[in-house]
């Protein structure tokens, strides 16, 4: 009897730290069983449950064909599938974010003034390919939805960025003027503003994004800009519904995609990749003690097999783990664009080495490693 007592509680001890286990790359099973599919998405931690926000993928197709998806947990690793927290919009009934449109990389903020939940996305309008390049916005009062579309625009419409000289904002280069790209000579007018002039009465290009709220509850964008080449961080307004036109921009010409942020200490850190789509790239490391810059590029934090390539994934987020001092989650997609839904995420704990961020690889890895 004893050895049973013994062996049972031996193989619930195992179930239970088992059931702890973080594995990234592995099918990650909802609590019924299917493989969460919230692709490109962030987190936000509400009355001590987590929210997972992220696009719903299909089998074949990256389009959106549901919307946004949200799966709750207290665990981070036990996910319930609470449904879609946005949905698209019928077919034909050319609503931006109708049916087959791209919707990407959603991440939720809560409002304390207006006591809403706000969600940004990546928007591309259906059958415009990636042209469109807008941000669009989302609220609601409840935090799994259902989510409310309110509008889809590009930033910063009329506004200078605040580090671009008179001489920048002044210079009549065009685009135009350039047969090739990538010769010296573009790169510097794109360094210098090119495209950021071209965009300024319409509004700024926003493809990857996230959104990032400081600890005095001012929130920011974080999006790549001007035809993906430059960085772009923008203020928004204090009921995180719109852009207030403040705005900088950060390592012009530098080709950053998939931004993710967290702050610790007074300094930001800010992860991002280089562009080359669904493909995976070696990821980017930039310090600040202000958002508002200097920003200061570091070495990939990614070690050991596979660093370069960011263990064949691209950032999305990163995570605060509540009642952690110091734990920080990084949270990637491992794309998968001939089986969209199959795309597996990576998800790894924030080391610090030297004062840096670093990134290993585990096969598993559970909470208490930020103990
Ligand atoms: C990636 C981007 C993804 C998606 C993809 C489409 O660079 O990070 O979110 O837009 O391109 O090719």
């Known amino acids: 009897m004893k050895s049973i007592i013994y062996s049972f509680l031996l193989s619930t001890l195992f179930l239970s730290v088992k059931a702890q286990d973080i594995k990234p790359g592995a099918i990650w099973p909802d609590e019924q069983g299917i493989h969460v599919n919230a692709h490109g998405g962030g987190i936000l931690y509400s009355n001590g449950t987590y929210?997972?926000?992220?696009?719903?993928?299909?089998?074949?197709?990256?389009?959106?064909?549901?919307?946004?998806?949200?799966?709750?947990?207290?665990?981070?690793?036990?996910?319930?599938?609470?449904?879609?927290?946005?949905?698209?919009?019928?077919?034909?009934?050319?609503?931006?974010?109708?049916?087959?449109?791209?919707?990407?990389?959603?991440?939720?903020?809560?409002?304390?003034?207006?006591?809403?939940?706000?969600?940004?996305?990546?928007?591309?309008?259906?059958?415009?390919?990636?042209?469109?390049?807008?941000?669009?916005?989302?609220?609601?009062?409840?935090?799994?939805?259902?989510?409310?579309?309110?509008?889809?625009?590009?930033?910063?419409?009329?506004?200078?960025?605040?580090?671009m000289s008179e001489t920048e904002r002044t210079s009549t280069v065009k685009p135009e003027d350039f047969e090739k790209w990538w010769t010296p000579e573009w790169r510097q007018a794109v360094e210098e503003g090119l495209f950021n002039r071209r965009d300024h009465a319409g509004g700024q290009m926003s493809r990857d994004?996230?959104?990032?709220?400081?600890?005095?509850?001012?929130?920011?964008?974080?999006?790549?800009?001007?035809?993906?080449?430059?960085?772009?961080?923008?203020?928004?307004?204090?009921?995180?519904?719109?852009h207030t036109g403040k705005y900088i921009r950060i390592f012009p010409g530098g080709h950053n995609e998939a931004p993710a942020i967290f702050k610790k200490n007074g300094i930001y850190y800010l992860i991002t990749s280089g562009c080359t789509g669904w493909d995976p790239n070696e990821a980017r490391m930039f310090t600040a003690s202000s958002i508002w810059g200097p920003w200061k590029q570091h070495p990939n934090p990614c070690r050991g097999d596979d660093a370069n390539l960011t263990f064949h994934s691209q950032s999305t987020y990163i995570l605060p783990v509540a009642g952690k001092k110091d734990a920080f989650i990084f949270m990637a997609d491992r794309w998968t664009p001939k089986h969209p839904s199959d795309a597996r995420y990576i998800w790894l704990p924030i080391q610090f080495e030297n004062g840096l961020p670093v990134l290993k690889w585990m096969d598993k890895w559970n909470l208490s490693i930020f103990d």
């Open 209 to 242: 994004m996230t959104i990032f709220v400081d600890q005095d509850k001012k929130a920011y964008h974080i999006y790549s800009s001007e035809e993906n080449l430059t960085l772009q961080i923008a203020e928004l307004s204090d009921d995180y519904q719109s």
């Open 51 to 163: 929210y997972w926000f992220g696009e719903h993928k299909s089998e074949k197709t990256s389009a959106a064909l549901k919307g946004v998806t949200c799966y709750s947990s207290k665990n981070l690793t036990d996910w319930k599938n609470e449904g879609i927290a946005l949905a698209v919009m019928p077919d034909g009934s050319g609503s931006d974010i109708e049916k087959g449109c791209v919707l990407e990389r959603p991440k939720v903020v809560y409002n304390e003034k207006t006591n809403k939940y706000v969600m940004w996305f990546h928007l591309e309008l259906k059958g415009k390919g990636y042209d469109a390049a807008r941000v669009g916005v989302a609220v609601s009062d409840k935090v799994t939805g259902p989510y409310r579309f309110i509008h889809s625009y590009r930033p910063c419409a009329g506004k200078w960025p605040d580090n």
